[in-house]
């Protein structure tokens, strides 16, 4: 909130309705966030798991999907046929804008994200996947996180979350690729949010080189 009334302020002195900053000596301090994503074996489960209600499967469906492409709510309920082609390496690629940031973000489908896009396909249509308000999906997800006996409030953005973590950096993608699919607009923006998570990958590749050593 400092931050944005800062804009109102620096304004104020351009124009000259204030002689000086009063928050000259003011640093905000940032809050540390706590990263929430699924594990692996959280995110098999939930992929393996059919429900019987069709709402249901078509969230969890959707949440995957996203856990496999990092797309936010606003991105998914807007990914049209359109905006997925084959690239230049003969796989299939979402080419779309992020919401948030307006950054062109090239995401490839990896298996686990075209299943489900074949799975809800329309002939002669536009739509890939099901519409659904951001407040109902988040609202089905607490019924799947209580079903399943995951110990987390999931949102959507957890999928986003997931991707990076357990997708990408767990299985050794650079950050800079991270990034990239992210569609963040500086790196400095990914380091922040993840930097804790690639300590834990590299402390787990020096305990197998540990035992590799011996």
């Not at 009334?5 to 351009?14: D, N």
């Not at 948030?100 to 489900?116: F, G, M, S």
């Not at 006996?149 to 990408?168: N, P």
């Not at 993608?173 to 804790?196: F, N, P």
Request: glycine content about 4%.
């Amino acid at each position: 909130m400092i931050q944005r009334f800062r804009k109102i302020i620096k304004i104020a002195i351009s124009e000259g309705v204030l002689e000086k900053d009063p928050f000259a000596l003011y640093k905000c301090k940032r809050p540390k966030t706590v990263i929430v994503f699924l594990s692996s074996d959280e995110l098999k489960k939930l992929e393996e798991y059919r429900f019987a209600q069709i709402r249901l499967q078509q969230v969890k469906d959707m949440f995957v999907f996203c856990c496999y492409t990092g797309l936010a709510y606003q991105e998914m309920s807007s990914l049209r046929a359109k905006h997925i082609a084959t690239g230049f390496d003969g796989n299939l690629w979402i080419n779309m804008s992020r919401k948030k940031t307006n950054q062109p973000i090239a995401i490839p489908l990896l298996p686990q994200a075209e299943v489900i896009l074949d799975k809800y396909k329309q002939v002669d249509s536009e739509v890939v996947l099901p519409k659904i308000s951001n407040q109902k999906f988040n609202s089905y997800l607490k019924e799947i996180a209580e079903l399943l006996g995951i110990e987390k409030k999931l949102t959507h953005h957890i999928a986003r979350k997931t991707f990076a973590t357990t997708v990408l950096l767990s299985n050794g993608v650079s950050m800079e690729v991270v990034s990239e699919l992210l569609g963040h607009s500086k790196i400095t923006v990914t380091q922040e949010h993840y930097a804790k998570v690639v300590k834990s990958k590299v402390s787990e590749e020096i305990l197998k080189l540990k035992r590799n050593l011996k």
